[in-house]
């Protein structure tokens, strides 16, 4: 169980070119879910918190133009990179937590993704 | 604002040897210390979590220990094995909601 899964697990794209990445939870609701971004050998930065139904949240300095988040449903969160640069080339990583565990009292764990490796060319 | 530190930055041991992993948080209202596992091109998974209300918790090779006086949390591995060669992250936060705030993480190299 808590699996989370990203779609793709990496993209190559061209300068100017928007990217979409999924984030879905297949076995578990996730009202809300995070989204990571990790530049190497470093820890996960948080970039903002997605919560179904609602506008995300994003973390001081970071462009909620650039990065368009939507949380349609209960399993599925897209973070979409608009007008990439090379500076946006990072591994993008997204989490999860369980509702029905939050809700139970018994879990508030987050539970990641395998994270999706851009290249912006 | 809240802030947890993680060391050491890097961890080298034989194969057989324990590892241990130690860090410290600000925040007292914490009350969830989960640690994460993370290979290489891959994304971080749960290995083992405590809460504020337990001092100590085991799962096979694996344990953590927590004062919450000092604010100190602590990751143990017995027998260390080259699979478990990786970075590890822990994490302090509030049930409720709040934001999980993360160590800088540890290289672990496990030799064999």
């Known amino acids: 169980g808590a699996v989370v899964s990203q779609h793709p697990s990496w993209v190559i794209c061209k300068s100017g070119t928007s990217v979409k990445i999924e984030c879905r939870s297949l076995d578990f609701q996730a009202t809300t879910m995070f989204w990571y971004r990790q530049f190497p050998k470093q820890s996960l930065m948080l970039m903002a918190t997605s919560n179904e139904g609602s506008k995300a949240t994003y973390e001081q300095g970071v462009e909620k133009d650039k990065f368009l988040i939507n949380h349609a449903s209960l399993t599925l969160s897209t973070l979409t990179v608009t007008s990439a640069h090379p500076e946006d080339s990072s591994f993008y990583i997204c989490?999860?937590?369980?509702?029905?565990?939050?809700?139970?009292?018994?879990?508030?764990?987050?539970?990641f993704g395998p994270g999706t490796r851009l290249t912006v060319l | 604002g809240e802030n947890v530190e993680q060391h050491p930055s890097t961890l080298s041991v034989q194969e057989g040897d324990s590892a241990v992993i130690k860090c410290t948080y600000s925040d007292s209202a914490s009350n969830y210390f989960p640690w994460y596992k993370q290979e290489l091109g891959k994304g971080p998974q749960l290995i083992i979590d405590?809460?504020?209300?337990?001092g100590e918790k085991k799962d096979q090779r694996i344990a953590v220990t927590l004062n919450k006086t000092a604010k100190h949390f602590s990751l143990h591995i017995t027998e260390t094995q080259p699979e478990d060669s990786a970075v590890y992250f822990c994490a302090a936060s509030k049930t409720g909601g709040f934001k999980t705030i993360f160590g800088a993480g540890t290289r672990l190299f496990v030799k064999a």
């Open positions: 405590i809460r504020s209300n337990v």
């Open positions: 989490s999860a937590r369980d509702t029905g565990h939050i809700l139970a009292g018994v879990s508030d764990t987050q539970y």
